[in-house]
């Protein structure tokens, strides 16, 4: 394989990123003592940090490598959505297709840090379904943008309200008419309202709360692929892309050719984010050409390695670049 190539065509892609955004927060410091007033640690804060998160990291991955990322949700007319526009500004992100509704609280999660272990999540936010008119609005952004051309449009479901299932179907009606790649990183409450869609990436557990399947995947494999087999059958998606954690990743087509990929060993440090790294590179890579195969292989490469670092992080292209040339290469 050419990675150099690859990495290099990456810089030439479009790819709009559709779904749930919010800002990630983080106070960290260093814990000595036990509070005097309740049986939790007190933190002498060292330090305060806000990031783009949900959708907006996914954004933020393609932006890494290389690739031109348009973020598309609906955000609140609140202080915090004035901090979200601020961090896509400071990242130098499109906004055509962000909306903003008086309808919507912005969503903030706050991870408090002590010692370099996460100690509490608050989160700042108000779950409902988008109504008609930021729907309307909404989609028009997208069309617009899409109208436009892009190479690929990515749906990051974080069950927050913005992907209803009417707004889902019309989004994947846009992507087929327009002849658009389109994948999926999906949640449980919509889960089958993704039909015939490009890629489908739900995680083991999320595969498994969908179909309403449990089963112990080291020892039932059969029991995994039924699940899998019962899921194409309901979607009519082209590629089932399955991240099992330690495990690694499956990956599946519609002609039945499935592979089987290791987890390379790593010293994990934090899991969050990972699959938003996953379906970024793995949407990047069929927007290039790649084949299944190697498409699932080096996205699996990309979410190993932004377990290795704290927090929600993009993947570094440098780094991808060279463990994808020594995997392929050496």
Do not use: W
């Not at 260093?30 to 954004?59: C, F, M, Y």
């Amino acid at each position: 394989m050419d990675v150099k190539a690859l990495f290099e065509d990456f810089k030439h892609k479009t790819i709009l990123v559709i779904g749930d955004v919010m800002i990630d927060a983080y106070l960290s410091g260093k814990v000595s003592r036990i509070s005097p007033e309740a049986p939790v640690p007190v933190i002498h804060l060292d330090n305060s940090d806000e990031r783009l998160g949900g959708a907006a990291n996914v954004a933020l991955n393609l932006l890494a490598l290389g690739c031109t990322p348009i973020l598309s949700s609906v955000i609140g007319e609140d202080s915090n959505g004035d901090d979200f526009i601020s961090l896509m500004d400071k990242r130098g992100l499109s906004k055509e297709a962000i909306y903003r509704s008086k309808e919507v609280k912005t969503t903030v999660k706050t991870r408090i840090i002590g010692n370099k272990q996460q100690l509490v999540r608050v989160d700042d936010e108000r779950v409902t379904e988008i109504n008609n008119t930021d729907a309307k609005a909404f989609l028009d952004r997208i069309k617009a943008v899409v109208s436009k051309g892009v190479d690929a449009i990515i749906i990051e479901d974080y069950n927050k309200g913005l992907l209803s299932a009417d707004v889902i179907r019309e989004i994947v009606s846009i992507a087929n008419e327009s002849n658009t790649i389109i994948t999926v990183d999906p949640k449980k409450d919509n889960f089958f309202e993704y039909k015939n869609v490009t890629l489908f990436k739900p995680n083991l557990k999320e595969l498994q709360e969908g179909l309403n399947m449990f089963f112990d995947f080291s020892s039932q494999h059969d029991m995994f692929e039924q699940a899998i087999e019962k899921m194409e059958q309901r979607l009519n998606n082209d590629l089932s892309f399955v991240t099992l954690s330690e495990h690694g990743v499956f990956i599946k087509t519609k002609q039945g050719d499935k592979n089987y990929i290791p987890a390379h060993i790593r010293n994990i440090s934090d899991v969050s984010g990972a699959g938003d790294t996953v379906i970024s590179v793995a949407t990047l890579c069929l927007a290039c050409g790649l084949s299944p195969k190697d498409t699932a292989t080096i996205a699996n490469l990309a979410g190993g390695l932004v377990c290795e670092r704290t927090g929600v992080v993009p993947v570094e292209s440098e780094q991808l670049m060279q463990e994808v040339d020594n995997l392929y290469n050496k």
